[in-house]
Every structure is written in structure tokens, then in C-alpha cells.
């Protein structure tokens, strides 16, 4: 065979064991989630297909799944807006306006968001506990918006660095102020970065286990993460149908948002702005 | 509008310490006149032009719009670009990329709040202008280089600014769109009557485009003045070099008493200098100078004349109508210009120096 066929072979060879790779959790967990007896591997029972478990996960009032869903989509998508929020005005702060040291500014953001989350909880904990906010959202909101935010700076800033200057002075000459050039004109430049900052943010704040299992007690502002590991059967073992099935349909919302805003995240955006 | 600049100066801080990008800047720019600032790149100029449209604030100084203080360093009112209703056309033409060219062009409009059929009317009315008309649905991205060009004008001439400030707009266009637009950018602002400062470090078309030149240099004005008074009586050996083309000779001479008058001495020869050449200049004998001499001032011949200087030719280059020659006269390098196409690199010639239109600059000028 010839070297060229060598290739293409190998190529998908590798891209067939990377996907495999990837997939194969996935794919265990959907087939569990649809099983009739999760032990199906061990014992010598015949694989049988049910989708009790779905049915139990979305309606049995005492698992709680639906509103830990709705939980988990309020504090992420509440959280990953007001990082984006204040991101962009950090970095327009970052890029645009005379602030003293801005490099050690930006590396000291960088810095902060290397503490590892377990020194953090212990603190949080006490602080929202005074502030009687255990068990509500925005308990989660604030810790998640704050945790997500150096990142999301981080990204921000080096999208705003790739707009030209020009472009915000003339937009300021043509009358806008500094918010204005941020809204009209660099956030709008920017969309790609915007949007992937929020998605990160999103998945993020919606995969978050230690501070959600802190600050929340029940299903009043529990999220999908802590939720799923708490759950129980009967007699104590774990439910492991229950817990498939719950973490198959978690996906959906992670993989909606994904979809919606992916086709936004295209580069190339900044083209024709300046000679090019 | 009448600009005038009262003893402008800016300072940057930077890590390496104080830069003075302008230093005591007078300036005044009539109603209605195209008035260029011509310099080299780092010599302030586009500093300027940002100082004027309120991009940047003056260390030291006052602005004036009119009657109207836009910049008062002393007392630090300064008024924002949106205050001063400036219009600027940027070198790289800086279109808001997400916009439609009517989208671009109706941005300044919008931002002031400006009803929609006015709008519409203004837009529709700039595009004709600048013969954009069918490109108003199309993004930044689809237009060639002259037509952004075009799109950047219009969106500056859309609400009637008191002046257009203009960057280097033309130095990304190839030679020959620049030459129309040169033409072009000439009659609109003829016709609109607008003032317009306009940056360049081309002195072609400073010289083309400007009713008035400022040349700057290192922060500072060298001279100002119409382009026929800087191509006619250069203020500094600085100007003499940068305005015409090809430059000014200028050789370093010393001066000798000659009878009544003066005389140069160039190597082992003396020419006599006509009054005319000496005027203005506080110049005795004795002393050193450079002597400035336009190419079209130097005639190369064959053969021997008594007042002509020996050269040798040491390099022809055809610009079209006539012939740049590098002549090597005395130990210094001349440019001249000549109709003589027959003449080859190393050939022995003579030079006669035309030095009733000589300009004689102080030693270390």
C-alpha cells in the first residue's frame, strides 16, 4: 500500500480511538441509564431495556430532579451572565482606560483564581451563613460569578486587545462615551469572545460540586451535581439506574446552550474593519 | 471654523520616562482652509490631530474653536469629541466591522439621537456624495480598499462636523487610486467648505492637497506656509530636504569676501553669489554654510566651460520627462536633473550651479 493510504488509515484510526475514547463513558452511562438491571455486566442477566428510570428521575416527587435541574440552570445561567458582565467592563478598564499597573492587575486576577476551592468553602460557608443566605441562589450565584471571573477576564482581555484601537476612537469622536464604545462597538466586535466566555462560564458554574454541596441544604436551591450524588435508594445502595438516567438528561441543557451559541463563536469577526 | 492652538504642549508617561511629543505648538488654521501637517514619522503630528479632536489632553495650553476654549490645560476644561462635533477619517479607515456601510454611516447620527428619517435623508445624502450608493447593504469586510476609503469619508462628512481631522487617509491606497482621491478629497472640501487639518508624511501631497503646510519636527513647527513659500524659501535645511522632489542638494561650503560681495568656496573653486541669494541671511565671510540647491538648478553639460565645476556621474536614473543624475563634484554627492539622455554612469561632465535661487543655511543648522 501506498504511503499515502498508510496515512489516511492511521488518521482515522486515531480519530476513531479518540472519539471511542471520549465517548465510551457516555455512552456507558446512556446504557445504563436505559437498563433494566444495572448490574447487567457482572451477573449473567439478560440486558433488558426500560426507561423506568427516566420516568422515575422526572417525576418522582421525592428525588426532586426537576427543580434541581431548574436550580442548577437559574445559578449558572445567572452566574455566567454577570461574569460576562463585569468581564467586559474589566477588560474594556484593562485595554482601553489609563489604569495604573494593568499587568499586575491582570496577573494578580490570574492569581487569585489559583486557590484551590477547598481553602475558599470554609470561609464562604461562615459568610453566608451571616448573611442567613445559606440555601438560597444567590449564595451560589455570587461564589460561582467571582470563581469564573479571572478566566473570563483573561479571555475578554485578549479579544479586546485584538480590536483596534481606531475603532473605539472613532467611535468616540463620533459622539460615544466610554460605556457607549464598550456596547455599540467593541462588545458587538467582540460577540465570538462573548459568547464563548459565557459558555465556559455556563458549564463551569453548571459542573460546580464542592460549593453547591456547602451552601445549600435541600431542594430549595440544590443543584444537579450535589443532587445526583445524594442520591438513594431504598435501602441505602446506590441507585445507579437513577443515577445514570438523572445524568443523562442533565446533559440536555449543557449541550442546548453548546448548540445555541456555537455557531456565534466563529473568529473572523474583526475582518474589514481596518485595511486587510 | 477658525482653529487656533495657543503654545500646545503634550508629554506622555511612559516606562522609559517622559516623552514630549509636542512642545509649544502655535498654530492657526483659517475658516475654511485645507491645512496640512507634514512631517516624518515620531514628529507629533498625528499627537495633534488627537489633541484637536479632544482624543487626548493637552499638558500645556488652550484650543480654540472659534471662540470657543475646547482644551485649557490651566484650567483643565476639556471637551469631550462628542462636545466638539469633530468628523475623522482614520488611516486604517477603522469602519465598525459588525455594521452595513448605511449602518457605518448612520453610527454618528444614532449615537446623537437623531430622528430616523433625518437619518435616512443624511445617510442617503453622504453615500451620494462619495458615489457609495450601491454599496450601502454591504459589511466592511466585502469592500475593497478604495471604497472603504470612500465609507470612511462619508461617515465624516454625514453630520456636518466644524472640522475634519484626516490621518494619513490615503497611504493605504496603491499609487494610482491615491492620486484620484487626492483629486477627489480636494473638491469635496473645496465644495463643503469645511476646515480640515490633514496629516501626512508625504510631501507630495502636502504640497498637492494643502492651501497651508506646518511642517513639524521632533514636537516642534519648523515653518509654516503655503506650499510655494516652502518650496521657495525653506525656513531650516530640515524643510529644504523634506519639501520637493527629488530633494535639495545641500553642500557645505565655506564663504569668502569677493570684492563687494560674497563668494562661496566649494573644494578649490569660487563662485560669486548674486545678491539675491545672500538676502535675509546674517552671513560674513569666514563662515560656513550649507548651500542649497534644487536638482532643476544644477545644469550638467559635456565638454568645458570656464564657470562649470568637473563631476563625474556616478549614477542615471529615467523618471519619464527627464533624467535623475548622482554626480560626484569635489568630495560631495549632487543630485541634478537633465533632458540629456545620452549620458552613462562614469562619464566626465560639467556642472554649473545656478546660485541666484541658492539657499544658504548657518553651519549647524
Not at chain 1, 441543557?253 to 451559541?261: L, N, R
Request: glycine share 6%.
Amino acid at each position: 500500500m501506498s504511503e499515502e493510504v498508510w496515512r489516511r488509515l492511521l488518521t482515522a484510526a486515531g480519530a476513531l480511538f479518540l472519539v471511542l475514547f471520549s465517548l465510551a463513558p457516555f455512552l456507558f452511562m446512556l446504557l445504563v441509564s436505559a437498563s433494566g438491571r444495572p448490574d447487567f455486566l457482572t451477573e449473567s442477566v439478560p440486558f433488558s431495556v426500560t426507561l423506568e428510570h427516566y420516568a422515575r428521575v422526572l417525576a418522582a416527587a421525592e428525588l426532586h430532579f426537576p427543580r434541581y435541574l431548574l436550580n442548577s440552570c437559574v445559578v449558572s445561567l445567572a452566574a455566567a451572565a454577570a461574569a460576562v458582565l463585569v468581564a467586559s467592563l474589566a477588560a474594556y478598564a484593562l485595554t482601553r482606560l489609563p489604569v495604573p499597573s494593568k499587568m499586575a492587575l491582570l496577573f494578580g486576577v490570574l492569581a487569585l483564581s489559583m486557590f484551590p476551592q477547598v481553602s475558599l468553602v470554609g470561609h464562604l460557608f461562615k459568610m453566608m451563613s451571616a448573611l442567613h443566605w445559606i440555601n438560597t441562589y444567590q449564595a451560589l450565584i455570587l461564589p460561582y460569578a467571582a470563581w469564573v471571573l479571572p478566566l473570563s477576564v483573561w479571555i475578554m482581555v485578549s479579544y479586546f486587545l485584538q480590536i483596534p484601537r481606531d475603532l473605539d476612537r472613532a467611535a468616540q469622536v463620533d459622539g460615544c462615551s466610554h460605556l457607549q464604545v464598550l456596547a455599540r462597538v467593541l462588545l458587538p466586535v467582540a460577540r465570538p469572545g462573548l459568547f464563548a466566555v459565557f459558555l465556559l462560564a455556563f458549564i463551569f458554574c453548571f459542573n460546580e460540586f464542592m460549593f453547591a454541596l456547602m451552601l445549600t441544604r435541600d431542594a430549595a436551591a440544590r443543584t444537579v451535581p450535589v443532587g445526583i450524588a445524594l442520591f438513594e435508594g431504598l435501602h441505602g445502595e446506590t441507585p445507579w439506574g437513577t443515577i445514570m438516567a438523572a445524568s443523562a438528561v442533565t446533559t440536555v441543557p449543557v449541550v442546548a446552550v453548546t448548540v445555541a451559541f456555537q455557531r456565534h463563536i466563529i473568529s473572523g469577526l474583526t475582518r474589514g474593519a481596518v485595511k486587510g | 471654523m477658525r482653529l487656533e492652538l495657543d503654545s500646545v504642549t503634550k508629554r506622555f508617561r511612559s516606562l522609559r520616562g517622559v516623552i514630549r511629543a509636542l512642545e509649544g505648538i502655535d498654530l492657526r488654521v483659517e475658516d475654511g482652509e485645507f491645512f496640512v501637517l507634514l512631517g516624518p514619522s515620531g514628529c507629533g503630528k498625528s499627537t495633534l490631530l488627537n489633541l484637536v479632536a479632544g482624543l487626548e489632553k493637552p499638558s500645556e495650553g488652550r484650543i480654540r474653536f472659534d471662540d470657543q476654549v475646547v482644551a485649557d490645560a490651566a484650567t483643565q476644561d476639556v471637551l469631550s469629541p462628542r462636545q466638539r462635533n469633530v468628523a475623522f477619517v482614520f488611516q486604517d479607515y477603522a469602519l465598525y466591522p459588525h455594521l452595513t456601510v448605511a449602518g457605518n454611516l448612520a453610527f454618528p447620527l444614532r449615537v446623537a439621537g437623531a430622528a430616523r428619517p433625518e437619518i435616512d435623508r443624511a445617510v442617503r445624502q453622504a453615500a451620494a456624495t462619495l458615489e457609495i450608493a450601491e454599496l450601502l447593504d454591504a459589511k466592511p469586510a466585502e469592500l475593497s480598499g478604495g471604497q472603504r476609503q470612500r465609507v470612511a469619508i462619508a461617515r465624516a462628512i454625514v453630520r456636518n462636523p466644524r472640522i475634519f481631522l484626516m490621518d494619513e487617509p490615503l497611504s493605504n491606497l496603491d499609487a494610482q487610486l491615491r492620486l484620484a482621491m487626492r483629486g477627489e478629497l480636494k473638491r469635496l472640501q473645496r465644495r463643503l467648505g469645511i476646515t480640515t487639518l490633514y496629516v501626512t508624511h508625504d510631501q507630495i501631497e502636502a504640497m498637492s492637497l494643502g492651501d497651508r503646510i506646518a511642517v513639524l519636527r521632533r514636537g516642534a513647527i519648523e515653518q509654516i506656509g503655503t506650499p510655494w513659500d516652502l518650496y521657495e524659501c525653506p525656513a531650516s535645511p530640515f524643510v529644504a530636504r523634506f519639501v520637493g522632489s527629488p530633494p535639495m542638494n545641500l553642500v557645505p561650503v565655506r564663504l569668502v569676501a569677493e570684492g563687494e560681495g560674497l563668494a562661496v568656496e566649494l573644494g578649490a573653486h569660487r563662485l560669486a553669489l548674486p545678491p539675491r541669494a545672500r538676502a535675509g541671511s546674517a552671513l560674513a565671510p569666514g563662515d560656513g554654510a550649507l548651500c542649497g540647491l534644487r536638482p532643476e538648478q544644477i545644469a550638467v553639460r559635456r565638454g568645458s566651460a570656464e564657470d562649470a565645476l568637473p563631476a563625474t556621474i556616478s549614477s542615471v536614473e529615467p523618471m519619464g520627462r527627464e533624467i535623475l543624475l548622482e554626480l560626484e563634484c569635489e568630495g560631495h554627492l549632487i543630485r541634478a536633473l537633465s533632458d540629456d539622455a545620452s549620458l552613462r554612469p562614469g562619464e566626465q561632465v560639467r556642472v554649473r550651479l545656478d546660485l541666484r535661487k541658492a539657499h544658504l543655511f548657518p553651519e549647524g543648522a
